[in-house]
């Protein structure tokens, strides 16, 4: 919106400034005076018409790469009891999907572009968008008996 503004401003003050050379000027400012309105007068309806409030349609979520049973199974496989220490890599989780002969390089993209950058992200932010949709239950959030 800004930059078609600021257009249709720059074109406006152009034909105004034409519009003066015209009057006072030599004739052939008089074509170039009404070409540049005729451009604003577009520009500004342009404007006028544009649709509002156009919002980029949301990118619906994209599927994991993997069988969702298998993304489980790896939430299930970090957010086991005592996991080692988050390496801010993706180590365990690759371990996983290689021990699963899953693929790893898309997994891992998808990954990412869910948030999870690490061992712990992927606990973090993948599963807090996807727990829900394969079902599964953070151990310290359970309510079922011990
Ligand atoms: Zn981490």
Redesign the pocket.
């Known amino acids: 919106m800004t930059t078609r503004f600021m257009i249709l401003v720059g074109v406006i003050v152009a034909a105004l400034l034409g519009l003066g050379a015209w009057l006072y000027g030599p004739w052939f400012w008089g074509p170039l005076v009404v070409l540049l309105g005729l451009m604003g007068l577009v520009e500004g309806i342009k404007w006028l018409l544009r649709p509002r409030a156009e919002k980029p349609p949301a990118k619906p979520p994209q599927p994991p790469p993997i069988p969702l049973e298998e993304l489980r199974g790896l939430f299930e496989f970090l957010d086991r009891p005592d996991p080692p220490e ?1 390496t ?1 890599a993706l180590k365990e989780t690759e371990g996983f999907l290689k021990s699963r002969n899953l693929p790893v390089a898309p997994t891992v993209e998808w990954l990412k572009a869910n948030g999870g950058f ?4 992927v606990i973090m932010n993948v599963a807090d968008g996807w727990g829900d949709k394969v079902g599964w239950v953070p151990t310290d959030e359970g309510d079922g008996p011990r």
């Open positions: 988050c801010h690490c061992d712990c992200e």
